[in-house]
């Protein structure tokens, strides 16, 4: 038997490794089904990647430091768990400025019908390129319904979800066809080809026309989300969702001990022995089930087994507060708006190609593709009131196409000259440097930080920094997948992070579907 612990006992019905959203999903569907529960999470708080935190010394303004937006969390799961977390549309979609002849311009989506017809006739010179449009989401709405109800569900065959879906075109183009295919049949305009092609590439590195159809699987998981495809603004910062996941979790009677790293994992199938290190001194807890809310290759580490195959983030992460926004050279859109949406940075159709063949042969992008959005716009209880009242806003940028591998030879190197020339592409647009407009903190020093993929893996653990663990998976059973995409080669223990099958993103779907599994749904 393990050591007696400080725990309230020896045996627990399940032991949840690691308190992040999916861990604290699970830890408190099952303690609500009266399952003893324990979490055990190596750092001194819970929430993982889902946290806000004040990076800025001596400054009130409260981000979301790694995710930052909501769309896959499925309202089932805030409504079992009675959570206390909100979330909140945004007012705009996207816009993409862009310089056409010397003229500066862009693309608005959102502000209703009217005018974003009217903004596709701007930059297009007709309407074909809006009505192609609206068939294309249409029919991405119309999957999105019919998929997205399935991901709280056992897995269905491939077969059982193309029926379900009930569109043979659809599903060619998101489930057979390299996404690249859709796009350009379905598109003439470069920047319009482009926006639509980001949701595809976002931490995923990738071509338009990769056969692997990793892309695929990329943009379905960014246009299912909630039935709509909306990514909508979590009302006090994501931390706001861990702190009403523990809260659930502890009034369900789960226990949730950080500080607790888990190092290894010991199980017959039916009965497991969990070892654990302090700052003080080690322990063991045993549990009839053990679920792992971190990567594939964590628990490989923990059990014994052998690593799956490498993961490899591709994404730049970058967090800034302003004095005020920037004003654009596109005068025909307010700054509030532009930025209220995902602000596209040379994220054309022919740039996001270029910048991928440059990283594929190894160099950083010199046009690295980018979005941003404006946190604070729709949400200004993140800032401090004398911020807020002082017009201060916050700028989240996520950069695509920087697989981890330019970063491997000199992180500090690589990460300050990726920044330079991504804040340089959207200075391309401003009537003014960006530099102007950043605050600074306590000790004079910008208010801007930025992650590289090293990292993410040096802070948060994530495998090469990439934010999904492994390459997403279609939502349909495969031969290897088990019941509920949870499952590992050991009967009771349950993966219940983001590389579960239906895992990657903020959504607690991997932590709902390690607990049915336990309770034998």
């Given at each position: ?18 308190g ?38 001596g400054?009130?303004?409260r981000?979301s ?6 769309s ?14 909100a979330?909140?549309?945004?007012t705009?979609?996207?816009?993409t400025?862009t ?8 693309l ?11 903004s ?6 007709s309407?074909?390129e ?12 119309q ?28 599903w060619?183009?998101l ?21 639509v ?8 590195f990738?071509d338009?026309h ?57 199980t ?7 070892d ?5 001194d ?49 005068t ?34 010199a046009?690295p593709p ?24 916050t ?5 695509l ?6 970063f491997?030879?000199?992180?500090d190197k690589a ?10 592409q ?9 530099a ?22 040096r ?10 663990h ?29 590389g579960a ?21």
């Amino acid at each position: 038997m393990p050591a007696r612990t400080a725990f309230a006992r020896e045996v627990y019905d399940a032991v949840i490794v690691g308190g992040g959203h999916n861990g604290l999903v699970a830890a408190a569907y099952l303690a609500r089904a009266g399952k003893s529960v324990l979490v055990l999470e190596r750092l001194g708080r819970t929430g993982g990647a889902a946290v806000s935190t004040r990076p800025f010394a001596g400054v009130d303004a409260r981000l979301s430091r790694y995710s930052y937006l909501v769309s896959l969390l499925p309202r089932k799961i805030v409504d079992d768990l009675r959570l206390d977390f909100a979330v909140r549309k945004r007012t705009v979609s996207s816009y993409t400025p862009t310089l056409r002849e010397g003229r500066p311009g862009g693309l608005l989506v959102g502000g209703g019908a009217d005018r974003t017809a009217a903004s596709f006739r701007q930059l297009t010179g007709s309407d074909a390129e809006f009505t192609a449009w609206q068939a294309f989401y249409a029919t991405m709405r119309q999957v999105a319904e019919r998929v997205f109800p399935t991901l709280t569900e056992p897995l269905p065959t491939a077969a059982a979800l193309r029926a379900r879906v009930g569109d043979d075109a659809a599903w060619r183009m998101l489930f057979e066809e390299p996404i690249g295919v859709a796009v350009e049949d379905r598109f003439r305009d470069d920047l319009v080809r482009g926006v639509v092609l980001t949701d595809a590439l976002i931490g995923t590195f990738a071509d338009a026309h990769d056969p692997s159809l990793a892309q695929n699987r990329c943009f379905l998981y960014h246009v299912i989300g909630q039935g709509t495809g909306d990514w909508d603004v979590p009302v006090g910062g994501m931390g706001a969702l861990t702190d009403a996941l523990a809260q659930a979790a502890r009034s369900a009677g789960a226990e949730i001990a950080t500080g607790h790293e888990v190092t290894a994992i010991r199980t017959d199938g039916t009965e497991a022995e969990v070892d654990y290190a302090t700052a003080e001194d080690t322990g063991a807890v045993a549990a009839r089930h053990v679920l792992v809310n971190a990567s594939p290759q964590a628990l490989a580490a923990l059990t014994g087994q052998a690593p799956p195959e490498a993961a490899e983030g591709a994404q730049l992460k970058v967090n800034m507060l302003l004095r005020r926004l920037p004003r654009l050279r596109d005068t025909s859109v307010d700054p509030r708006e532009a930025f209220a949406g995902t602000f596209h940075i040379a994220e054309g159709y022919g740039q996001l190609a270029t910048a991928y063949a440059e990283a594929a042969r190894g160099r950083l992008p010199a046009a690295p593709p980018s979005e941003i959005y404006c946190h604070s716009l729709t949400d200004p209880t993140i800032l401090g009131p004398e911020l807020a009242g002082q017009g201060y806003q916050t700028l989240t940028l996520f950069g695509l196409h920087t697989p981890a591998r330019l970063f491997a030879e000199d992180n500090d190197k690589a990460r300050e000259l990726l920044l330079a020339a991504t804040l340089a592409q959207l200075d391309a647009h401003l009537d003014e440097p960006l530099a102007d407009c950043l605050a600074r903190d306590a000790d004079g020093r910008p208010c801007i930080e930025a992650k590289t993929p090293l990292d993410l893996e040096r802070d948060l653990r994530l495998p090469g920094g990439n934010i999904f663990h492994r390459a997403l998976a279609f939502p349909y059973a495969q031969a290897s997948t088990g019941r509920w995409g949870v499952e590992t080669a050991h009967p009771n223990v349950l993966l219940c992070g983001a590389g579960a099958v239906r895992g990657g993103g903020v959504s607690g779907i991997p932590g709902h579907n390690a607990a049915m599994a336990v309770l034998g749904h």
